[in-house]
């Protein structure tokens, strides 16, 4: 079982940018894809992004051109760079394969606020 592990949340003003990170446990090497979920209390979880294994990126229509998802395999390392944060992209932010496979993480609390 995949071990998971999101940093890089933070108390962030309107907009400006976090850098979020996962590390996985094992590699994840070129099999799976890789995805970025949010979830705010009271809510289901949703996709933010998620990167293919050959590298082909795709995003939430919220994301509108702010967000890049990255990964880099050699340590089993998937990113998540925010710009232009809202105060609507306060949550808590997890990695998983995309489709979701392993258990999820804890997260990393994404607070945008003045």
């Known amino acids: 079982q995949v071990q998971l592990v999101e940093t890089g949340g933070g108390l962030v003003q309107p907009g400006g940018s976090l850098r979020l990170s996962c590390a996985a446990s094992e590699s994840f090497s070129r099999v799976y894809h890789m995805g970025w979920y949010r979830q705010v209390p009271g809510k289901q979880r949703e996709l933010v992004a998620f990167i293919s294994t050959d590298g082909r990126m795709n995003y939430a229509d919220f994301v509108e051109g702010r967000f890049t998802i990255s990964r880099n395999n050699a340590i089993s390392t998937v990113y998540l760079q925010m710009n232009s944060l809202k105060p609507e992209d306060t949550a808590v932010y997890y990695c998983?394969?995309?489709?979701?496979?392993?258990?999820w993480g804890r997260g990393t609390q994404v607070t945008v606020s003045s």
């Open positions: 998983n394969a995309f489709p979701e496979l392993w258990a």
